[in-house]
C-alpha cells in the first residue's frame, strides 16, 4: 500500500509540474519505498522536470548544482558556467555586500563543511527581495559562473521565475 501512495504522488507531483525540486534524499526514500533503483528514479524524474525548462535553460536545485562543484569543478564548469539556470532551492540568509543584495541557498556539505550557492539579484528585484525569509523555497533564473568564494559558489543576474 505505501509503494501505492509513493507512486500516486510521485506521478501528481510530476504531472501538476510544481516548481519544488526533490531533493536528493526524497529521490533516495522514495526509490527505497518503490524497491527501484536510485539512479533509475533520479533520472526519471530529472528527464520530465526538463521537459518544462525554455530551451538553452538547465533546470537544477540548489544541492544538486552545489555537489556536483564540489565533486568536479570542471565537468560542473563545463555544464553549468556562463549558461541561464533555473534554480531552486532554500533560503539560509538575505545578504548584502560591495556587489549588491544576494540570497544564500542551502548547497551540500562535503567533509563536515556546509557549502551554499550565493544568488545575486538585478536591482529591479530588489523590492521583491525584500519580502524573502529564510527557510522559504525559492525559484530564480540567473547566470551560472563557475566561481567558487570560501563555501558557496554564485549565481549572477537574478530574477524570481514565480
Known amino acids: 500500500m505505501k509503494k501505492i501512495i509513493v507512486a500516486v504522488f510521485l506521478t501528481l507531483l510530476l504531472l501538476n509540474n510544481l516548481t519544488a525540486v526533490p531533493t536528493d ?3 533516495r526514500n522514495a526509490a527505497n519505498i518503490l524497491e527501484v533503483p536510485y539512479n533509475d528514479l ?5 528527464s520530465y522536470q526538463n521537459k518544462n525548462v525554455p530551451s538553452g535553460m538547465i533546470k537544477v536545485n540548489a544541492e544538486t548544482l552545489c555537489s556536483e562543484y564540489l565533486a568536479n569543478q570542471l565537468s560542473a564548469n563545463i555544464k553549468y ?8 532551492g532554500k533560503v539560509e540568509a538575505v545578504k548584502s555586500d560591495n556587489k ?16 551554499s550557492i550565493d544568488v545575486y539579484f538585478k536591482e529591479t528585484e530588489y523590492n521583491r527581495l525584500a519580502n524573502v525569509k529564510p527557510g522559504q523555497i525559492i525559484n530564480v533564473i540567473g547566470i551560472c559562473t563557475g566561481e567558487q568564494a570560501i563555501f558557496s ?10
Open 25 to 27: 534524499q526524497q529521490v
Open 42 to 46: 533520479k533520472q526519471f524524474v530529472q
Open 81 to 88: 558556467k556562463g549558461k541561464m539556470i533555473l534554480l531552486t
Open 100 to 115: 549588491g543584495y544576494y540570497i544564500q541557498l542551502e548547497g551540500a556539505i562535503k567533509d563536515y563543511i556546509s557549502y
Open 153 to 162: 559558489f554564485r549565481v549572477n543576474d537574478a530574477v524570481f521565475s514565480n
